[in-house]
């Protein structure tokens, strides 16, 4: 390794290391709706899309083991947003039934790429809901409707660690990849260094 691409690969490292260290103080600082167990090892993932007046969630999305899940699963709103579930037509026939929380919703099983079941959220709370045919293997959604909804930190794999006993804190998540970086430097200064003079001594 020449020193210039020793020195390009250290400003790419520090790079590296800025960017990793705002993603963790952004994860300390973020929050999002506390789903409970509703969610658990549920496939989709999370979004929070308030400020949009309108939202859409896949039905049918790929996750669960086949095409068994709603895409976001938990989508976070506004109060008045009008959400709408469209088909994928993949995965078989679903529904969106309404299990808890606030809404009084239920579509029809569609199978068909296209269709479309809308409702709009008036009342605070997580509104939880699933589809019926399908709830055994984890299809199962959720809306979280304004800002007083209960909340915990964002980063779900925080969560399962301290779910298991294991205290986590997210700027040990900085600390950790810094660390990393500052030895790759090391190493990588130490064999540029001793593989230079290796070199050089062959050379002779």
Known sequence: MKRRDFLRAAGGSAAAAAAASGTAAAQEGGEEPDYGSWLSGV???TEDMRGESEVTVEVGADGNGGA????P??????????VTWEWTGEGGGHNVSVQGGPGDYTSETHSSSG????YTFEESGISEYQCDPHASLGMKG????GDDVPTVSAGGG???????????????????TI??????IIYSFYILKYGESANTGRGR
């Open 43 to 45: 496939d989709g993932g």
């Open 68 to 71: 068994y899940a709603f895409a």
């Open 73 to 82: 699963a938990g989508v976070w709103v506004d109060s008045g947003t009008t």
């Open 115 to 118: 269709a479309t079941f809308e």
């Open 142 to 145: 959720a809306v979280a409707v």
């Open 158 to 176: 925080e969560k399962e660690l301290e779910e298991l006993g294991v205290p986590v804190q997210a700027h040990w998540v900085g600390s950790a």
């Open 179 to 184: 660390l990393g970086i500052i030895v790759t």
